[in-house]
């Protein structure tokens, strides 16, 4: 019998798996995914400008990164790594000016990464109360970004640290410049800085969705 309960032994096909995987959810972290929905993360995936592996090299090189910095850092400081299409932010924390550009090294040695912004403050580690707000404001900044019907908000990354707002993504100078207006509005914010890679409005014109076309089924014709 299914330590589960004689209930859910009996349940076969689909509909157990469901629920098997739902009574897991608090040990296997996987299956989150499953129950967000494959189809909806999908189309978070395909509405993004950067290409699928640029996707997943962007988690990559942040793993690598979050580890590397581990040893380097420690408790010295307080470093993020946000990566976009191989661009790389480091923000927060460090003791000194020569962490901080050990720190810049680490990271550029990572395989497959373009360029880094080294936004680092030599200063001591923010405060739980701080990063708290930052995160709050990371989440204003993105709502006011999808109230914008004028640009893509899946285009932009958001991070922000001791209330100065950084905005990665592929933008055209148009999106750029609106997005930045956005988030200089929501309250908290300090400062605002852009880290974009520009694209054109032609490439723009490639990303937005075509428009449905609707066949015409031909009236039929009767003969007397």
């Given at each position: 019998?299914?330590?589960?309960?004689?209930?859910?032994?009996?349940?076969?096909?689909?509909?157990?798996?469901?629920?098997?995987?739902?009574?897991?959810?608090?040990?296997?972290?996987?299956?989150?995914?499953?129950v967000v929905g494959s189809a909806v993360m999908g189309t978070v995936a395909a509405s993004?400008?950067?290409?699928?592996?640029?996707?997943?090299?962007?988690?990559?090189?942040?793993?690598?990164?979050?580890?590397?910095?581990?040893?380097?850092?420690?408790?010295?400081?307080?470093?993020?790594?946000?990566?976009?299409?191989?661009?790389?932010?480091?923000?927060?924390?460090?003791?000194?000016?020569?962490?901080?550009?050990?720190?810049?090294?680490?990271?550029?040695?990572?395989?497959?990464?373009?360029?880094?912004?080294?936004?680092?403050?030599?200063?001591?580690?923010?405060?739980?109360?701080?990063?708290?707000?930052?995160?709050?404001?990371?989440?204003?900044?993105?709502?006011?970004?999808?109230?914008?019907?004028?640009?893509?908000?899946?285009?932009?990354?958001?991070?922000?640290e001791r209330g100065v707002v950084f905005l990665m993504g592929r933008v055209t100078q148009?999106?750029?410049?609106?997005?930045?207006?956005?988030?200089?509005?929501?309250?908290?914010?300090?400062?605002?800085?852009?880290?974009?890679?520009?694209?054109?409005?032609?490439?723009?014109?490639?990303?937005?969705?075509?428009?449905?076309?609707?066949?015409?089924?031909?009236?039929?014709?009767?003969?007397?």
């Amino acid at each position: 019998m299914s330590k589960f309960g004689p209930h859910l032994s009996r349940l076969q096909g689909p509909l157990a798996k469901s629920l098997l995987c739902g009574a897991l959810l608090v040990t296997l972290s996987g299956c989150v995914e499953l129950v967000v929905g494959s189809a909806v993360m999908g189309t978070v995936a395909a509405s993004d400008r950067r290409t699928f592996g640029a996707q997943t090299e962007d988690k990559t090189i942040a793993v690598k990164g979050e580890i590397k910095l581990q040893n380097l850092v420690g408790d010295a400081g307080h470093v993020n790594v946000n990566s976009f299409n191989r661009r790389v932010l480091v923000s927060g924390e460090v003791r000194d000016q020569a962490m901080k550009d050990a720190v810049e090294r680490e990271i550029r040695a990572i395989e497959g990464v373009v360029s880094v912004s080294n936004e680092l403050e030599i200063a001591g580690p923010a405060s739980y109360t701080s990063r708290s707000n930052d995160t709050l404001i990371t989440t204003k900044v993105k709502a006011s970004l999808v109230d914008m019907k004028d640009i893509s908000a899946n285009s932009f990354k958001v991070v922000t640290e001791r209330g100065v707002v950084f905005l990665m993504g592929r933008v055209t100078q148009r999106e750029g410049q609106i997005s930045s207006d956005v988030a200089r509005g929501v309250s908290g914010v300090q400062k605002v800085v852009k880290i974009f890679e520009y694209i054109s409005e032609d490439e723009w014109k490639q990303y937005q969705p075509k428009p449905s076309s609707t066949a015409t089924i031909p009236a039929s014709t009767t003969q007397n």
